[in-house]
């Protein structure tokens, strides 16, 4: 990057609740210095002020579901430097993707007086399905530490170190004791991606996946274990088709499940 | 006499995506629209054939601004289904979190939204630049809001602790009480912050609304109340549905929120603080007097103040809870699922939320129906653009249409909120 002047960082939305957007506003103590490391050049839920770009780094919150939107994230791409997803949206479809395993005009007849206004595309998808991206920040929400690291590694010229691991890994490092092997509690940790800290765990429930698949997961063997705890095959489908549903592992052990559900 | 269109493409700091069109025609006002183009996310249809238990997490993705109302909407709704009533600790442990959710939104309205526009700033960044003090008390603000929130829901944007019944953990005094000091500080920021937003310049603009909030007996409404307006509406949350209708218009941005009986209505800091000004705090009632805002507020610019006003009284009310509480003996209440319809409205921070769920006999999810404030305000923003801009037609171009913007931003719209309900066609002229 050029020394001379500040690196542009543009914020898109997409498909979302505002909320991965709202963690960069929500690092109240950096917030400042982060201003004055980085030219925010389009943000318009913080500012109505718009640079043109091209932009040196580009955030991008939510997935796609419009045809307009299919376009739009081209010419983010095109206008991008570096390009990162952040959150379960932009990286998996988010919760809006629970439409990909139905109908999607029977949703929006259910919500909609006058479906015929509406204009929507079948499924929810990911920023990557549609152009390059160079980054993926999980998590429904996304960790504001781990956006502030992807800032910096950026700046920097590095990669960020946002461990691919699972949340079990987590549960070590804060000392949790493991809700499912001590209390019977099913726990979507041994197959989900690191970042939250486990924070469920430390409050006595199970992890329900908002980070997604973690690096390399066995949703089989984990699923197998709720079995033995108890968990009905139809209640294993919906803890997988959450706020990740979308993404691989978890849409495929959804989907394995439900056939095994309707054989039995 | 003069034409012309006023045009915002995209509206800047509010909470999703919208725009704004305005057509003046022979010195008046032809066509006002305040355009959604935020892709709709089906939340209704998706909850459907989900379990009772999963909705407070569910419905906490509508927004990540205010995601602690929609958990308890959800959490009030159920229990209304299961009859089962969440009193004493564990209905203060909710009203703390509510508050700090309130904390943390109006503070993001008040100093990174609404303040640039009255002061001429782009954004809060370059407002923090001539005023650093005020940026950072603003930040600070918002902080210890998040902070409230983390407390008792584990973290800030959609809160993991929430359960119908209750909690899944409790929170032991000791993790608490340090933010009493905190707090301390924050109201008297709080206090200090409508002294600023009162020395503001204010647009001389009044009208007639039609305030709907929640009132509750003994307190500033939150979580519970009845359904009241200042034209004589005063029903229990359960009779929403005869009272409220949304419309599907075919008019290029959105669906409209009315009553039955009375059209366009406003929800809002603004509605609360009209119908329920005497249950305010002491400090937050004196820091609305001193500031010389009266009981009665029709200026929605002063929304600012007002915002302001109950970030004192959640300061206030925050620390009298966490002074106050004892971990009760369970963290939460069990219920039993049964076919029940379940209704609750609560007080988000930018006004009335209902939800109302149809529940089978395993407490699978049979109808949902969730009516978000921005819904609610539409047409009161559409109105206020109307006689704002016929009023104010001889300003320059550049300045009126920044004036409707910030008419517009009175009402902190969450358009990630009000989208379900909203069409999203796309037209850009």
Known sequence: MDRRRKPKLAVWKFSSCSGCQLALLNLEDELLQVAGAVDIAYFPEASRAVAKGPYDLSLVEGSITTPHDVERIKDVRRESKYLVAVGACATAGGIQALRNFKDVNEFVSTVYASPEYIETLAKSTPIADHVLVDFELRGCPINKRQLLEVLSAFLHGRRPNTPPHS??????QVGNTCVMVAQGIPCLGPVTH??????????????????????????????????????????????????????EAFRKEGEAREKQDAQS | MKSKTLKVEYLARVEGEGGLYIKVKDGRVAEVKLKIFE???????????????????????????????????????MESAFGVRVGGQLRALRRLIYLGEW????????????????????????MAGDHPDVAERGLQLKKIGNEVVAAVGGREIHPINVRVGGF???????????????????????????????????????????????RHPEEYPVNEGRVVSNKGLDIPGEEYDAHFEEEHVEHSNALHSVMKEGGEYCVG?????????????????????TAGLDPVCRNPFKSIIVRSVEMVHACDEAIGIINDYEPPEEPFVEVRPRPATG?????????????????????????AKIVPPTAQNQ????????????????????????????AVRNYDPCISCATHLIKPRIVRE
């Open chain 1, 167 to 172: 949340v079990c890994v987590e549960c070590k």
């Open chain 1, 194 to 247: 690191a970042g939250c800290g486990a924070l469920c765990p430390a409050y006595n429930r199970g992890c329900y996946g908002c980070f997604g698949p973690m690096e390399t997961p066995n949703p089989e063997a984990l699923s197998e274990q709720w079995g033995r705890l108890g968990v009905g095959e139809e209640e294993i489908v919906r803890a997988y088709r959450g706020f990740n549903a979308n993404a």
């Open chain 2, 39 to 77: 892709p709709p996310r089906f939340f209704e249809a998706l909850l459907r054939g989900r379990n009772f238990a999963e909705t407070p997490d569910i419905t906490a993705r509508i927004c990540g601004i205010c995601p602690v109302a929609y958990q308890m909407c959800a959490v009030h709704a």
């Open chain 2, 103 to 126: 904390i943390e939104s109006h503070a993001l309205h008040v100093y990174l939204l609404h303040a640039p526009d009255f002061l001429g700033y782009e954004d809060a960044v370059r």
């Open chain 2, 168 to 214: 899944y953990r409790l929170p032991e005094k000791r993790e608490l009480t340090p933010l009493v000091g905190r707090l301390e500080w924050a109201r008297e920021a709080a206090v200090e912050t409508v002294r600023w937003v009162a020395a503001l310049p204010f647009p001389a603009f009044e009208r007639d609304y039609t305030f709907v909030a929640l």
């Open chain 2, 269 to 289: 800091p603004l509605a609360r603080y009209n119908l329920n000004f005497g249950l305010l705090s002491p400090p937050a009632q004196e820091a609305a007097r």
């Open chain 2, 343 to 367: 209704y609750a409205c609560t007080e988000a921070p930018r006004g009335i939320l209902y939800h109302r769920y149809g529940v089978d006999g395993n407490g699978t999810v049979t109808d």
């Open chain 2, 379 to 406: 047409k009161a923003i559409e109105s206020d653009l109307r006689e704002f801009v016929s009023r104010f037609l001889d300003l320059p171009e550049d300045k009126l249409q920044w004036q409707c913007e910030q």
